[in-house]
Nanobody
Framework: QVQLVESGGGLVQAGGSLRLSCAVS???????????IGWFRQAPGKEREAVSC????????YYVDSVKGRFTISRDNAKNTLHLQMISLKPEDTGVYYC????????????????????WGQGTPVTVSS
């Protein structure tokens, strides 16, 4: 089993910044090298969408168009921790942010597809006021 715990959400004014963290743990010897981690968000009344994803083995990244240039995903494989740095936040960034892990057994990877992810955290809420 793999456990993910998000932190860092909160209330911020438009134009502000937040840094989300995701601590990942698992069986002895667990390493992010074989996983992809995604940040997803779900706004009230909307479907869950992929915000940003990163492949643990080589750091390849994905960003949804609406956050490009504002959000940065990073990983620390030694600490099994990921971060999502968010700047220039907008009210439409409001939602519950989840991190999720996907075991990769090959180079095949569909970053933004939620059904491909095997493990999910409980989420951390982000509210951006106008």
């Amino acid at each position: 089993q793999v456990q993910l715990v998000e932190s860092g959400g909160g209330l911020v004014q438009a134009g502000g910044s937040l840094r989300l963290s995701c601590a990942v743990s698992g069986f002895p010897g667990f390493t992010l090298d074989f996983y992809a981690i995604g940040w997803f968000r779900q706004a009230p009344g909307k479907e869950r969408e992929a915000v940003s994803c990163i492949r643990g083995s080589d750091g390849s990244t994905y960003y949804v168009d609406s956050v490009k240039g504002r959000f940065t995903i990073s990983r620390d494989n030694a600490k099994n921790t990921l971060h999502l740095q968010m700047i220039s936040l907008k009210p439409e960034d409001t939602g519950v942010y989840y991190c999720a892990a996907q075991l990769l057994t090959s180079d095949y990877w569909l970053p933004p597809v939620a059904n491909e992810y095997d493990y999910w955290g409980q989420g951390t809420p982000v509210t951006v006021s106008s």
